[in-house]
């Protein structure tokens, strides 16, 4: 069964910081481009980051350049997003996602095809 799981969500105070991980089971990330994406309540689902197959080319939203950053480890299967100097706004389910090896990436979530469950992240004092 191929599935990914998205791990390390919480509760954060503003100005804190999380990371997300996001592991595979039933097949292999190392040669996959993967998206991080989020959706607050109300909101459309955000592409916020993602990653080459090689790890050579990775992109950011606006919204979290600076503050995140994506990261992988193909030894463990799993890629990561740091996320640093998080605020309220930052407050939402984040998914991950794979599709087949590009050499640049895109946040385009429609070009995904295997995505995880998501994890809660919350921003609040």
């Known amino acids: 069964q191929l599935q990914l799981v998205e791990s390390g969500g919480g509760l954060v105070q503003p100005g804190g910081s999380l990371r997300l991980s996001c592991a595979a089971s039933?097949?292999?990330?190392?040669?996959?481009?993967v998206g991080w994406f989020r959706q607050a309540p109300g909101k459309e689902r955000e592409g916020i980051s993602c990653i080459s197959g090689t790890g050579g080319h990775r992109n950011y939203a606006e919204s979290v350049k600076g503050r995140f950053t994506i990261s992988r480890d193909n030894a463990k299967n799993t890629v990561y997003l740091q996320m640093d100097s998080l605020k309220p706004e930052d407050t939402a389910v984040y998914y991950c996602?794979?599709?087949?090896?590009?050499?640049?990436?895109?946040?385009?979530?429609?070009?995904?095809?295997?995505w995880g469950q998501g994890t809660q992240v919350t921003v609040s004092s």
């Open positions: 996602a794979a599709r087949e090896f590009t050499v640049a990436c895109e946040r385009t979530a429609s070009l995904y095809e295997y």
């Open positions: 039933g097949f292999t990330l190392d040669s996959r481009t």
